[in-house]
């Protein structure tokens, strides 16, 4: 019979059978095998090991591919990214890097608005097309699941469009999509003068968007004069009731008590967190929420790095993501990220 598909002459087939959670000093637990094969079968892994190929996996039909001596490893996951979206932002980059805040290009009708109008404007054929061109250099750089939230239409019809593209990724390309409901992103300018009714407006949304069955997670930006800590809770506090898994921004730009909350509602993750406060720690450790640290915006920013080793010696788990959005961190590529994590972060 034998295995469906081989891969052999693999110079380091790296696996996470080691690894029991993603947390302390146990994330140093990956193993690293030189000279290793895999065998498939229906989509699956049937085994692995090193050196030849075992005689009894290779069957008339199997398909062999050399890998020569490159590295396999277990697709990556890009857990964070604001990946459906029209238009593009590289006009603000100039202000960036002459100190105008990332809060203040927003705040002049900019930054992520500037993005929602560009959403809003695309049809969801547009918005399609080019989420693929970019799923498509993701997978280049090993991704194969990815997190992708709305958040850039802001109102009933714009954010279904932009969950309902991310539907169809699924159904016509490889990488997963996990799809996040992010109405509370920002406030748009028809509600600038009533944004607490722009929140009521997120809050009716919500049963629409899960009767849909469009998001698994609900998400919310919980920054200074973005959402506060109360509404972002009454917000996440519905979602929760109404059976979506929750995220939040915390702790970005200000030490809001973005971390506190998300220990406090049971988030799966807090993401950015490069403004964490001691308690923010503590709570994420002791609710075990995954500390989603995002160091690409930090880069692009010019801002501070998550503090990372204190985050893991602390024995909270962390995941790395892109923050793949076009204005804060327009970078398709993990391992480049993975790459300042390492060195600017010391992961
Ligand atoms: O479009 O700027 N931080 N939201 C919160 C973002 C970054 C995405 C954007
Ligand atoms: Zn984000």
């Known amino acids: ?12 087939l790296v696996t996470s059978r080691e ?8 994330m140093e637990n990956i193993e690293i095998l030189e000279n290793g ?15 030849k190929v075992p005689n009894n996996l290779v069957g008339l039909n199997t398909k ?12 990556l996951i890009d857990s964070h990214t604001h990946l459906v979206h029209g238009g593009s932002r590289e006009n603000e980059f100039s202000m960036k890097i002459s100190g105008v805040p990332y809060l203040e290009i927003l705040k002049n009708g900019g930054g992520i608005l500037s993005s929602v109008s560009a959403t809003r404007e695309a049809t969801a054929e547009e918005l399609l097309s080019k989420a693929k061109n970019t799923l498509a250099k993701m997978l280049s750089f090993g991704v194969t699941a990815v997190e992708s939230k ?19 990724l699924n159904l016509i390309q490889p990488i997963h999509i996990i799809s996040t409901f992010m109405g509370a992103h920002a406030t748009p300018k028809e509600f600038k003068d009533s944004p607490e ?28 004069n973005i959402f506060s800590i109360p509404e972002s809770k009454e917000l996440l506090s519905k979602a929760k009731e109404l059976g979506f898994k929750i995220k939040i921004h915390a702790d970005e730009i200000e030490s809001l008590g973005g971390a506190e909350l998300a220990g406090e509602l049971g988030a ?18 002791e609710n075990q929420v995954i500390g989603n640290l995002l160091p690409g915006t930090s880069f692009n920013l010019c801002k501070a790095y998550a503090p990372a080793r204190k985050l ?22 993990l391992q480049l990220i993975m790459q300042i994590a390492a060195s600017q972060m010391k992961m």
């Open 150 to 168: 709305s958040g850039y239409g802001l109102d009933l019809e714009n954010e279904i469009k932009q969950l309902e593209v991310n539907k169809t």
């Open 19 to 26: 690894l029991e959670k993603n947390s302390g000093s146990s």
């Open 64 to 75: 062999l591919i050399d890998v020569e001596g490159k590295v396999l490893s277990p697709g």
């Open 197 to 224: 009714r722009f929140l009521d407006s997120v809050i009716n949304m919500l049963p629409i968007i899960k009767e849909k069955e469009l998001a698994e997670f609900c998400d919310v930006f919980c920054e200074k």
């Open 37 to 51: 094969y895999v065998a498939v079968e229906n989509g699956h892994i049937l085994t692995f090991g090193t050196g």
């Open 268 to 285: 799966v993750s807090a993401d950015h967190i490069m403004a964490i406060s001691e308690a923010g720690i503590q709570s994420l450790k």
């Open 1 to 12: 019979m034998g295995a469906d598909l081989i891969f052999y002459n693999i110079g380091q």
């Open 312 to 333: 893991i010696e602390s024995g909270v788990e962390i995941a790395l993501s892109t923050d793949y959005n076009p204005g804060s961190c327009p970078c398709e590529n």
